[in-house]
């Protein structure tokens, strides 16, 4: 009697471990505010292109000789206009219902239009006022029958997150 008991009592702290794990895995969030960066779970609302190249003359005046200079200047990717509503927030804290962002992308269409659900990285250009998206980052997320959010493979937000910031955002100055 003693010994399932015991046995029962082990079973309940190992489930409650568990659970709690579970818990802090899908409300990891963090901030820094120094950093221009938002991770945020977002749903797909509308992914539509637009011509980078439109607008690209800029006519200005030599300042030595008083000629006038025409500059022309090339994107080599396709732009993206993209609307996501914010589900959740991963990384800063965007205080928004839904996100408007500009995307480039140099193979075609961005990979993240073909998932329901995914975790977009980006940045805030404060001089233009416009969020651009980090190119080429993004995690496919589902919600698991339990509430909490996995990567396609089973990994934790906090998982995919810590990824991204040890080898790619670092690598590209982001993070140190």
Same mark, same amino acid.
């Given at each position: 009697?003693?010994?399932?008991?015991?046995?029962?009592?082990?079973?309940?702290?190992?489930?409650?471990?568990? =659970?709690?794990?579970?818990?802090?895995? !899908? #409300?990891? +969030?963090?901030?820094?505010?120094?950093?221009?960066? /938002?991770?945020?779970? @977002?749903?797909?609302?509308?992914?539509?292109?637009?011509?980078?190249?439109?607008?690209?003359?800029?006519?200005?005046?030599?300042?030595?000789?008083?000629?006038?200079?025409?500059?022309?200047?090339?994107?080599?990717?396709?732009?993206?206009?993209?609307?996501? =509503?914010?589900?959740?927030?991963?990384? !800063? #804290?965007? +205080?928004?219902?839904?996100?408007?962002?500009?995307? /480039?992308?140099?193979? @075609?269409?961005?990979?993240?239009?073909?998932?329901?659900?995914?975790?977009?990285?980006?940045?805030?250009?404060?001089?233009?006022?416009?969020?651009?998206?980090?190119?080429?980052?993004?995690?496919?997320?589902?919600?698991?029958?339990?509430?909490?959010?996995?990567?396609?493979?089973?990994?934790?937000?906090?998982?995919?997150?810590?990824?991204?910031?040890?080898?790619?955002?670092?690598?590209?100055?982001?993070?140190?």
């Amino acid at each position: 009697m003693n010994l399932t008991r015991l046995i029962i009592g082990i079973v309940i702290v190992l489930v409650s471990c568990k =659970s709690s794990q579970t818990e802090q895995e !899908n #409300d990891f +969030k963090m901030s820094n505010n120094t950093v221009n960066l /938002y991770a945020f779970i @977002g749903k797909k609302i509308s992914v539509s292109e637009f011509d980078p190249n439109e607008n690209n003359i800029k006519i200005e005046i030599d300042s030595i000789t008083g000629d006038t200079i025409q500059r022309v200047s090339y994107v080599m990717d396709k732009g993206f206009r993209n609307k996501y =509503s914010l589900v959740k927030n991963v990384f !800063n #804290d965007l +205080k928004l219902d839904t996100i408007e962002f500009v995307a /480039y992308d140099h193979y @075609g269409r961005p990979g993240f239009e073909n998932y329901k659900h995914v975790i977009l990285y980006i940045s805030l250009n404060k001089e233009k006022n416009l969020y651009y998206h980090q190119k080429y980052l993004f995690d496919p997320v589902e919600k698991t029958k339990n509430g909490t959010w996995k990567g396609s493979n089973g990994e934790s937000i906090k998982a995919l997150f810590e990824e991204k910031k040890k080898d790619v955002l670092t690598a590209r100055g982001i993070f140190e």
